[in-house]
């Protein structure tokens, strides 16, 4: 299974932007689905995450400006950013299952 992420970018404070996770053939619509960031020397963190029955969750960083969806049909899930400040900035991960990652997509926000 591989997951194939895009949506990631250069935008200025206070701004938007969507991050999108395709998995293509995979059982995605049992599993967990979550985006993660890792910003330069820090850890990776979990940013956001969807059950398979929609329930989400939002480190507190983002809760309010951030959200997560996912479409079954076409196994891919979403991640709104809104109202962007420079601390996402961040290489962003999409992951399935607690087990498979994207390759990271690099959102930068700029003051």
């Known amino acids: 299974v591989q997951l194939v992420e895009s949506g990631g970018g250069l935008v200025q404070v206070g701004g938007s932007l969507r991050l999108s996770c395709a998995a293509p053939?995979?059982?995605?619509?049992?599993?967990?689905m979550g985006w993660y960031r890792q910003a330069p020397g820090k850890q990776r963190e979990l940013v956001a995450e969807?059950?398979?029955?929609?329930?989400?969750y939002y480190v507190e960083s983002v809760k309010g400006r951030f959200t997560i969806s996912r479409d079954n049909a076409k196994s891919t899930v979403y991640l709104q950013m809104n109202r962007l400040t420079p601390d996402d900035t961040a290489v962003y991960y999409c992951?399935?299952?607690?087990?498979?990652w994207g390759q990271g997509t690099q959102v930068t926000v700029s003051s």
């Open positions: 992951n399935l299952g607690y087990s498979i």
């Open positions: 053939g995979s059982s995605f619509s049992i599993n967990v």
């Open positions: 969807i059950t398979s029955g929609g329930t989400t």
